[in-house]
């Protein structure tokens, strides 16, 4: 783990990308250890995570995640979900973050020497190439490891430094207890069959 003790560092969390590269290599993310690693390793500024959130569920399983994240040093930035039916007749969920990351990682790099993303995304590599041109030290923390890479060769290449999620793995998994069933981390996973609907764009993968 690179370590840059001397620069103002924040992170970006694309939540649904970050918990589908972890269970693909088979763990679960202790957020509070995963903070702490990046504490130790720069002066952080701010821990962003983002997800969508199906809101008119009586019960959304990432509640919990979110408003424990909430009090545990992440800022939360959250928007509805949007329901539509396509031209076969299935019904969609979409709940794609990408702008308001973009959004808050282009307003707050003038602040920063260094940010580090969560997501393979490649749609991500156009905005990682606007903020180091004004500077800032960009790192992209996902996997190749797991059976389908789940990081763009193209945002791997723009990135400054590329952190592979199984090498951290041992520092942020979350250990002790039973394992929570896949569905009850994260955002809705692109073909979740419990309910019948078909989700999509959440998670973005490469």
């Known amino acids: 783990m ?3 003790q001397n620069e103002r560092t924040a992170l970006f969390i694309d939540g649904s990308n970050l918990y589908a590269a972890a269970r693909a290599l088979g763990f679960d993310i202790d957020y509070k250890r995963l903070l ?3 504490k130790k390793n720069g002066q952080l500024v701010r821990a962003l995570y983002y997800t969508a959130l199906m809101e008119e ?63 393979g995304d490649g749609d991500f590599r156009r ?3 606007a903020v180091q041109r004004k500077g800032v030290r960009v790192t992209v923390v996902s996997t190749i490891q797991s059976q389908s890479p789940m990081i763009a060769d193209e ?5 400054d430094v590329f952190i592979e999620l199984a090498d951290i793995q041992d520092e942020i998994q979350r250990v002790g207890g039973p394992r929570k069933p896949d569905y ?23």
């Open 127 to 129: 905005l990682v190439e």
């Open 2 to 4: 690179p370590n840059y």
């Open 57 to 119: 569920q009586e019960y959304s399983p990432i509640r919990p995640l979110v408003d424990w994240l909430d009090y545990n040093g992440y800022s939360m930035v959250t928007k509805p979900t949007k329901e539509f039916t396509d031209a076969a007749g299935r019904r969609k969920i979409k709940g794609n973050m990408d702008i308001e990351l973009a959004i808050d990682m282009m307003e707050m790099s003038p602040h920063l020497d260094h940010i580090v993303i969560f997501s």
């Open 36 to 38: 702490k690693v990046f």
């Open 155 to 159: 945002l791997r290449r723009q990135a």
């Open 184 to 206: 009850d981390d994260g955002m809705p996973q692109d073909d979740y069959e419990d309910d019948g609907i078909d989700y999509e764009d959440e998670p973005n993968h490469a």
